[in-house]
């Protein structure tokens, strides 16, 4: 008993020790892995804590540029004019401006990418169905490599991404080199049934001028309340601009659009006035490279653009 009595108060001893210790044992800190932290294009800072393994995306022209690094969607939005044959089996979430959430949330995405300035009001839903989500833009080339190394790192595949850009930029820069370095005053006009507007320097076809060294005469003009990228267009302002050269960007039937704006040009005095007129330099620019984020086909814009103005020196 009395053996027992002592090993029971040696015991308790020993925890009245442990336990009424001043000192305070150091917190321990459990570090959780996570997989990406990635800052989107609206700034938010996004935790992805695996690899996504069912994206959905909400402009067909992120699917290229995605895939091409490794990303595995599993939802796309309906598009005729960016679809890839692999991709026009997956299941769609409806039009591109007006995502079906029910049909996205069938999907069972673990990440899902928006189209920056079209579909971020899908974000408090995602929110509520705690699935992480990013915005993206890709319109000029800077936010097209940005977007590229978002995807890479959605992918876990840097160096696919890196060696992309690498190659673009290449390609790019040998379609400026051949370009003559004439400094020239260009007008990119916007035909829609509303009406024209001309196109600031963040519009697809304005980054590219940008590119050659061309100057924008709409550059620094107030954008409109609901496209940052485009202006109001006045025929008294494009006259007093005087543009060398006019590119004409539009949806629609290419053809109908030029007998449309010869039309214009025809029963207006004030256009053959303007220097890019009198010298039969109005170009046409296709909608799939200029108004439609052109994507891995950057290149292809640059060069369409080059050699509608320089014919010779591009090949």
């Known amino acids: ?182 400094p020239l005053q260009v007008a990119i006009l916007h035909s829609t049934a509303q009406g024209l507007t001309v196109q600031l320097d963040g519009s697809i076809a304005g980054s590219i001028v940008k590119m050659f060294g061309w100057q924008n005469v709409a550059s620094g003009m107030t954008p409109l309340e609901k496209n940052p990228d485009a202006a109001p267009y006045s025929m008294e302002t494009l006259a007093e601009q005087n543009p060398q050269i006019i590119f004409v960007t539009s949806m629609g039937d290419l053809d109908e659009i030029k007998s449309n704006m010869t039309q214009a040009i025809e029963s207006n005095e004030a256009w053959q006035a303007i220097g890019a007129i009198k010298d039969k330099r109005l170009y046409f620019l296709p909608q799939d490279l200029f108004l439609l984020s052109p994507g891995l086909r950057y290149p292809e814009a640059v060069r369409t653009m080059a050699k509608l103005i320089y014919p010779k020196e591009i090949d």
Not at 33 to 52: C, H, M, N, W, Y
């Open 1 to 182: 008993m009395i053996r027992e009595g002592l090993s029971a108060m040696l015991i308790a001893g020993l925890l009245m020790t442990g336990c009424g210790s001043d000192k305070t044992a150091e917190p321990v800190e459990v570090k959780q892995e996570v997989f990406a932290t990635i800052t989107d294009d609206l700034g938010r800072q996004v935790i992805l804590p695996s690899k996504p393994a069912r994206v959905v995306v909400t402009s067909a022209s992120f699917l290229e540029p995605l895939h091409a690094v490794g990303g595995e969607i599993v939802g796309r939005p309906d598009s005729k004019n960016q679809m890839p044959s692999w991709a026009k089996d997956l299941p769609s979430v409806g039009a591109v401006y007006q995502i079906d959430m029910e049909r996205l949330l069938s999907c069972a995405p673990d990440l899902v990418i928006i189209n920056k300035g079209m579909n971020e009001k899908l974000l408090p839903v995602l929110e509520e169905n705690k699935i992480p989500a990013l915005v993206v833009e890709l319109k000029t080339y800077d936010d097209f490599k940005r977007g590229l190394r978002t995807f890479s790192l959605i992918s876990g595949n840097t160096q696919a991404g890196d060696k992309i850009i690498s190659d673009m930029d290449a390609e790019i820069k040998a379609i400026v080199d051949k370009v003559p370095k004439t």
